[in-house]
């Protein structure tokens, strides 16, 4: 009997927050075999039977040796802050992501790798109150002015992508996908995005305190589970059927962020009040998704509404925060 033979992912940033819950994924599923890079963070040891790399994926030298006998790779590594650091300093998602996912998509084409991964965002759309898809784009429209170094970062990678998906050598999945909040993201508030920072403000608080809001919360964010993000990267490596394939991925509805911290202390059961902070940095920016194309091509839909994803989340840092 032929022996079963079991596909080589590679797991890039499987400490962070989107790459600790892929690990968490792909683990259960007994027809992957994981490889998993880290670099600041140490490796995750309580998993049996995966084989963790420190990289740092700058280095050429790193990322020949990180994809030596891989069949897929999911690139989730990245410098990555909230809007603090995109404020004040907005260099450091420029260079590094830059240079780390132009040496991984050359070695993947070099190492003949099957299929490639990569999330890009939404961070190069203009505000709107229309739903927003794979062809919203318009690169005659400035990007906003926050938004300039890690909008065009992403860009750039998404046309590489595309180029060396004409090569005909490797297929590359690009997801623009919204804000995505789970187990495992930030929630310290000097790196936090307005999701986690919003649940700490709100779990930290005492009952009957008060939270800060930063700016006048009246923007809209998409806000998508990581588990149908992880969802969509399953049926995208299963299903995608071109070499090169862009896919909005979201819930497909804008929250307003003052409605969603109002959820937000619903589901914690305290009774918190609001008071607004119009001099902290905010990004003044609406928009949503719209998915039509991954519900058309892999019958992907989310299945995690945000009231139950506040409450799982909520569960989540009581046990582990």
């Keep these: 009997m032929e022996e079963f ?47 963790w790399v420190r990289a740092d994926l700058r280095s050429l030298e790193s990322v020949k ?19 603090k650091d995109i404020l004040s300093r907005p260099f450091i998602h420029v260079t590094d992501n830059a240079v780390m996912n132009s040496l991984i ?3 993947c084409y070099e190492q003949s790798i099957k299929h490639f991964v990569f999330p890009s965002c939404t961070v190069m759309y203009q505000p709107s109150e229309l739903a927003l898809d794979e062809n919203s784009f318009d690169a005659n429209q ?16 998404e046309k590489m992508c595309d180029f060396f998906s004409r090569l005909k050598r490797t297929k590359h999945t690009v997801i623009r996908h919204s804000n995505i909040y789970g187990p495992y993201d930030k929630y310290d508030l000097e790196r936090s995005h307005m999701f986690g920072a919003s649940i700490t403000k709100v779990m930290k608080a005492d009952e009957g305190g008060e939270i800060t809001v930063w700016g006048t919360g009246e923007e809209k964010r998409d806000l998508l589970h990581v588990n149908d993000l992880l969802s969509f990267v399953e049926l995208a490596i299963n299903k995608q ?14 929250e307003k962020v003052i409605d969603v911290i109002k959820k937000i202390i619903k589901h914690s059961g305290k009774k918190i009040t609001i008071k607004h902070d119009l001099t902290m940095p905010s ?16 019958e992907w839909e989310p299945a995690i509404n945000l009231d139950n994803g506040i409450k799982q989340t909520i569960d989540w840092f009581k046990k582990n925060i």
């Design 5 to 51: 033979k079991k596909i080589n992912l590679l797991i890039c940033g499987a400490t962070g927050f989107i790459g600790r819950n892929l690990v968490e994924y792909f683990y259960s599923n007994k027809s992957y075999k994981i490889r998993a890079v880290h670099f600041n963070r140490p490796a995750l040891i309580q998993y049996d039977d995966i084989e």
């Design 65 to 83: 040796k990180v994809l030596e006998g891989i069949d897929i790779v999911l690139q989730f590594a990245a410098t990555t802050s909230g809007s």
């Design 105 to 107: 998509l050359r070695e």
């Design 142 to 157: 400035p990007l906003l002015p926050s938004y300039f170094g890690v909008g065009n970062t992403k860009l750039y990678i």
């Design 241 to 254: 059927i071109n070499n090169y394939e862009l896919y909005t991925v979201g819930i497909g509805k804008g």
């Design 283 to 298: 990004i003044p920016t609406s928009l949503y998704l719209n998915c039509d194309k991954a519900k058309k091509d892999l």
